[in-house]
């Protein structure tokens, strides 16, 4: 019983609480309600008919390879809005090895700012 | 004396040897037959974990262990190598032990289709030697020997894949980085030496002034074990090592790195331990503020990057921030006892918690990373797409390292980050508020992955690609389970495995008093 | 802890998880119809009954559930039903009714903070999943919003636990904490100040979170036909439709919760049952009000906004308008020890 009562224990941080297993414990009672309610819908398409083919205004559909939009186009409207910030980010990282050595110097410099001894 | 005391007694050196002796074993074991080397491997890292785990349960009921090599007659001073192991050791050494363990049961299929095996697995052996050596020492010459040793290991296992020119450019890279931070280590190394006549990290720490050459020692230790540790902006050597080497290497490149972070902590609350109340405030502060550029810039850069492995390389230095600053709030507060007791601790704690969360999490993308290019042969995300259909585990392994490493509850990475952002934020709202913006971020950088390589259309040229073997995907599932288990019961790893390793680091005393028992100083 | 309290809690949380559920799906619903009567009488049509959303619910029940053939089916199905189950689930942990949350000691504000995060990457990952480039649009601008607003959201929710642990309040992120110390009881004038501007922020961060116009790109119709939601139809399209509404009363609730606390009954002097009831009217038109100005107002008065100028508008004027809030809640503290009215007075000479 001591084992079991200490697995349910809240975890407190001294200004919040979090206990997993009850919200897990809620989750699946949620979970199951919202399951059966959903059972209640209509689960029936119909396959390899027009039906399912993606959405595209009319235009048609072109090679998969096309269809898929790649990793580096995600997030197009963040990267353009900082775009100063990721230009500077991309301008530190040169990849060149005596720079990665430059800012070790940069850093035990302002160390030894800090520390008082300069 | 029972066979098991017997085995407690002399862990500490055990851990270190078995892997070391295993490592010139291995090419022999090699001649009879590659299943045999991989069984032998196996089975000889297993021993290992099994001895951090019997030493650790022992450490964190209470006692510190110490090992002596050379003369046992403390009063001679200078022939003797000293191995001490206090909660924070243990704690380290069982994070080493379990992504070493998860690495070589995933080398099995990983890595069997190249050639040159028998190198690899002495490299890895050797790898886990000083890994561990650096975790356990108690001697600070005796650390940076094992520093080299981790740096070549690591170096010559970084350039494993030779036949791809930029490995070999990432792993010259990494050896120019940890020589030159090895060759700090060992100048400060000596100016502790010249000024103390003791390299041993407890003497030193008990007599240790806090005079103008320690001040510059301090500094160059700092300094030098933050850049082996990935900390911004000296984190670029860490992308290119990391996704240049094969998955299975970069995990445990995790846990040498982590040694290093380990090494800086080390170095902070014990061996200036006595003098921790001139230094915390300018030091601690510092320490925060580099974590808060660690989490910022390494999301920044994780979210524009193509490429899968030097993305999840971003995020780690990433994750890496979040450490320093859990751990760097509690040096900043020591001090200044009462906020200490208020917040110091709990930061402490969700710090070196997160060491743990961190390298589960970022091990187990890294394992997932390596399992898409082990099925399509591609790193680049714009050249995936599809692969939950074929790949149906190891999307579900992606989903929880997803989850885990943005701090999505019910995973562990939300129980370290909650101790993170509920402590920081009374030393100053900002930085809580930087800790979430990175984590929210983080989430968008996985989303990102999930959807180029896992979702999206079924590509024809992925029609062949099969789930990966299932060694593979039973060490993900080690890892995953771990991670699940972890967040669901949080208060239980907090209370048996974090706290004596944050007591370790606050009771700096104690470390020492297992030395020189008349040691007076401290708390 | 014996077995009796242990089963009490279980029961306790069970009937707690059905109560909320039904709660919140039906509250959902009928918030989500009276916003859209009162949008229709801000631009002068008459529109849909208040029943509308029950009946849009079953006619998406009764129409087919197509998975097209881009899409991963399991995850397609399944993020739909994770995304309102979490939704619903926040209401446990936030104070319904002047009432202390129901889970008071078992999750915080973070916690809160996080299960927001479910539902919008429920969305997010259906889109992805759905593998059509106009879901794939939606989705990438749903995820960047969500970057956007949460720097300002994060702002906004650390300076209140900042304030009170500073009025020596304990367990600050605790929901039933923070309303049983409501923030405003405390404030000095520039702090007064301060949490008007973050309470302005909050409600600018609302519509974003919620996925309504003019931060609504994600779903943009004009433009990419309903964005990550263009796949989904029949059941699934059923279960985000009802998340949506969950997840108004949810972020309206919070509102509330940080920044209205109060309750009518102790004004009035009532007890029982009488206040009970009269504490519940009165929560559910603070909820109301909330989403009067914050969803239909907002959504009434101004146009789409395109996604670099949603970035934009959340990481440089929100975030600095909540900085200067934050700021100005810090300088408070500081004004209020130093130069505070009894040490105003004593420079004066009054004591």
Known sequence: MAIFESLLNTFETGSGFWNPIVWLVTILIIFLIIYILRGFGNKNYKINTEQVKPFLSGNPEYDKEKMHIKGSNIYWGFTESLKWIFDNLNKMHTGNTSDYILWFVVIISILFLVVGLI | MSFIDFLLQHSPALIVAIPLLGAFLTPLISKINNRVRNVFVILIILITTILVMLLASDVFSGNIHTYVFGSQDLTVPLVRILFEVDAMSAFMAIIGSILLLVSVIYSWSFIDENSGLDKYYTLVLLLAAGMFGMMLTGDMFNFFVFLEITSIASCALIAFWTNKGKAVEAAFKYIVISSLAALFILFSIALLYGQYN????????????????????????IAALAMKAGIVPMHMWLPDAYGRAPASVTIILIGATQASLYGVFRVCFTLYGNTINLSSASIGWIIVLLGLITMLIGVAMALIQSDFKRLIAFSAVAEIGFIFLGIGTGLTLFANNQMFGLIGTTAMSGGIFHIINDSLDVGLLFLVAGAVYYATKETSLDKMGGLARHMKYTTIFFIIGLLAISGIPPMNGFASKLLIYESTFQLNPILSIVAILSSIMLLAVFVKVFHSAFLGPALPKFNGVKEVPKTMLFAMGIIASIIIIFGLFPDLVINNIVDPAVNALINYSDYIREVIPTFTGGF | MDLAVVSQAALITIIGAIGVTIFGLIFGLFYKGVDRKLSAHMQGRIGPPLKQPFLDVIKLFTKENIVPENAISWVFNFVPLIGLVATISIILYLPIAGFDPLLYNKGDLILILYLLIIPSLSMVIGGFSSGSPYATIGAQREMATMIAYEFPLAIIIISIAWKLSIDGVSNVFSLSSIIAAPIWSTVGPLGFIGFIILLLSLIIVTPAELSKIPFDSPEAETEIAGGLLVEYSGRNLAMFYLTDGVKTIVMASLIVALFFPYNLSPLLGLESYLAFSVDIIFYLIKI????????????????????????????????????????????????????????????????
């Open chain 3, 288 to 351: 109301l009000l909330v989403i009067l100005f914050s969803v239909t107002l907002i959504r009434v008065a101004i146009a789409r906004l395109k996604i670099d100028q949603i970035v934009y508008t959340y990481w440089v004027p929100i975030t600095l308008l909540s900085l200067v809030g934050l700021i100005c809640i810090m300088w408070d503290q500081t004004i209020m020890t130093n130069f505070g009215l009894e040490p105003l007075f004593k420079m004066i000479g009054l004591i």
């Open chain 2, 198 to 221: 003791a390299l041993n990290i407890a003497v030193l720490g008990s007599v240790i002034q806090f005079s103008y050459l320690d001040k510059i020692a301090l500094v160059l230790l």
